[in-house]
């Protein structure tokens, strides 16, 4: 092929395209554009009245079209930017320059019912005859806004519980090595009864660090959106958490009460399994001396299934109850996180499960932690 061949092809293919584009222009109905864009778009003069809007802005603020058109922009604004907002539009006209979506500070606006939202708006100006028009793509970032706050809230618990399980491990991990190392050096000179205590306190720091891993794992799962429920045999969950937790049981001489039979109740195993974990491992912490718990279940008449742990702790102030499902909240200076994974993270496990979460107490006669789950 030569070049003037080439050539001959290269005219050819831009007139063709050329040709497709006059027919697509012509073919443009440009009021069905406006209608189809899924971003709000209003038009208006250089007094600021609104000379057009399409189907979007409709449906974003709650106005029909007649109860727009010639009135103020300032109908779509709350009150308080009334008077900066007109001399923006005089200043705009002054030196019309096109602004991009998401330019410069966050804005908000105002629904027909009054409620105000923020939105990204994007600036362009034109004339029509001598008429100077501007248009306003207008997006409602609602939905967006709120995901980066529940975004950054959750990037701060995750950094805050990962400190706290940092620690946590570390604190852990400290006797399982340094038990470890003096066995190996001098494990010749001690009795029997001292090798035995020590390997019983590395057992123990292992089984919390298992406890720990465990949380971090549980943690993982509770952030994903899919649950799916099954009846759960509540007894064997109990005795599963009396199993992982029997040291500290038998550390503080503690008693606890387990009735014959748990009411039935839906929920996923693992995560039940940790709420009654974190409520009986703080009444054990926080109990009387010795602690005396007493587990229970019954069915309401809301059709939901509530399970309890009672103590015989000191109490809880009834001001700072409300907060005591907070995250990484502390009760007289002492935290009550448990591993980093905490009341908070129980709530959220049981609001996962359409449940709900409860602390009743009186100083000096003990607190009562519960959880609803749905019955079969």
């Known amino acids: ?15 063709k395209y050329a040709h497709l584009k006059g027919l697509v222009l012509c073919g443009v109905d ?11 778009v209003v038009v208006v003069d250089h007094s600021g009245r609104i000379v057009l809007v399409n189907r979007r802005v409709k449906e974003i603020f709650g106005y029909g079209a007649d109860e727009m058109l010639g009135r ?32 410069g500070r966050d804005l908000v606006a105002k629904r027909k019912n009054g409620e105000t939202f923020p939105v990204e708006v994007g600036l362009c ?10 248009i306003a793509i207008v997006a409602d970032i609602s939905v967006r806004k709120k995901m980066e706050m529940e975004l950054k809230a959750r990037n ?3 950094d805050a519980f990962a400190h706290t399980v940092a620690h946590d491990l570390s604190g852990a991990l400290t006797p399982i090595v340094g038990l470890s190392e003096s066995l190996a050096d001098s494990y010749e000179t001690l009795s029997p009864q001292e090798i035995k205590n020590d390997l019983l306190s590395i057992a123990k720091a292992g089984l919390k660090m298992g406890d720990i891993i465990k949380s971090l794992l549980l943690f993982a799962s509770i952030r994903k959106e899919d649950v799916v429920v099954s009846e759960l045999d509540m007894g064997a969950i109990v005795k599963e958490v009396l199993h992982r937790l029997h040291y500290v049981i038998q550390e503080r001489e503690a008693e606890v009460v387990v009735p014959e039979h748990f009411p039935r109740a839906l929920g996923v195993a693992a995560w039940v399994e940790e709420v009654w974990y974190n409520y009986i491992s703080n009444g054990l912490k926080y109990g009387g001396n010795p602690p005396r718990l007493v587990l229970g279940g019954e069915s309401t008449e809301a059709g939901e299934v509530r399970f309890w742990v009672s103590d015989n702790g000191a109490g809880i102030p009834q001001e700072k109850l409300p907060k005591i499902f907070a995250p990484l909240y502390q009760v007289n ?44």
Request: aromatic share 6%; with cysteine.
């Open 333 to 376: 200076g002492t935290s009550l996180a448990g591993y980093g994974l905490g009341l908070s993270i129980v709530q959220r496990i049981v609001d996962k499960l359409d449940g709900k979460v409860d602390a009743q107490s009186q100083p000096g006669c003990g607190s009562t932690f519960s959880f609803t789950l749905k019955a079969p």
């Open 125 to 134: 100006a034109f004339n029509v005859g001598h008429c100077e028009l501007s």
């Open 1 to 15: 092929m030569t070049a003037v061949d080439m050539t001959e092809q290269a005219i050819v293919k831009t007139d």
């Open 72 to 103: 103020p922009l300032d109908i779509l604004l709350p009150e308080k930017f009334h008077r900066s907002h007109a001399l923006a539009i005089e200043s705009f006209f002054k030196n019309p320059r096109a602004r991009s979506m998401g330019h």
């Open 30 to 40: 440009a009021k069905a554009i406006f209608g189809l864009l899924s971003e709000g």
């Open 156 to 158: 701060a618990e995750l």
